[in-house]
């Protein structure tokens, strides 16, 4: 069984650094992209970028590239996402997400919620 | 960047009643359309992919069609569990797979 396995809520301040990890589970961790999705309180969802395991080959929206940094270790089959310098407006859900091998996203985590707030 | 604008914002269903939510692109993004279903508190679940190809344990309920700009999620009949909040995305050109907004689909 797919899984995807998220790290817990964290509570950061503005200018704060943060990794979140993502846990995959149940399949060949190599074979498939991971995505990144970030859904704000109470709003949509957001595509921000996605890794390649493989090479860790990466992929970033427009929006976003140079705020946030996708990385991976096949050794343990995790990804993470990262800040170096957190702003309240990070505050969201962010969820991991797997891409079939035919392109479209098939399973996700359960998400972690960032609050940035001084 | 491809934008998808997904219409009603909102729509008010009773059970047993049929439920048709559009998506537009943008531009062509030939078959590469998939519907997420979303509920409170819970990550997004992939209904449909390819336009129209339900995903693993979905109900036949649920049904895809369209082609390169204009797609359709028609839910048949209505069960108490479909009311949620639905997202199209696209994955024909990327970076970004962009979302469209949603729609909500609630009791009437």
């Known amino acids: 069984e797919v899984q995807l396995l998220q790290s817990g809520p964290e509570v950061k301040k503005p200018g704060e650094s943060l990794r979140i990890s993502c846990e995959a589970s149940?399949?060949?961790?190599?074979?498939?992209?991971i995505n990144w999705v970030r859904q704000m309180p109470g709003k949509g969802l957001e595509w921000m970028g996605r890794?390649?395991?493989?090479?860790?080959?990466?992929n970033y929206s427009p929006s976003l590239q140079g705020h946030v940094t996708l990385s991976v270790d096949k050794s343990i089959n995790t990804a993470y996402l990262q800040w170096n310098n957190l702003k309240a407006s990070d505050t969201a859900m962010y969820f991991c997400?797997?891409?079939?091998?035919?392109?479209?996203?098939?399973?996700w985590g359960q998400g972690t919620l960032v609050t940035v707030s001084s | 960047e491809i934008v998808l604008t997904q219409s009603p914002a909102t729509l008010s269903v009773s059970p047993g009643e049929r439920a048709t939510l559009s998506c537009r692109a943008s531009?062509?993004?030939?078959?590469?359309l998939a519907w997420f279903q979303q509920k409170p508190g819970q990550a997004p679940r992939l209904l449909i992919y390819?336009?129209?190809t339900r995903a693993t344990g979905v109900p036949a309920r649920f049904s895809g069609s369209g082609s390169e700009t204009d797609f359709t999620l028609t839910i048949s009949s209505l069960q108490s569990e479909d009311f949620a909040v639905y997202y199209c995305?696209?994955?024909?050109?990327?970076?970004?797979?962009?979302f469209g907004q949603g729609t909500k689909v609630e009791i009437k």
């Open positions: 890794i390649d395991p493989t090479d860790s080959y990466t």
């Open positions: 149940g399949y060949t961790f190599t074979r498939n992209w």
């Open positions: 995305q696209q994955y024909n050109n990327w970076p970004p797979e962009t």
């Open positions: 531009q062509s993004v030939s078959r590469n």
């Open positions: 390819g336009v129209s």
């Open positions: 997400a797997r891409t079939h091998t035919s392109g479209w996203v098939d399973f």
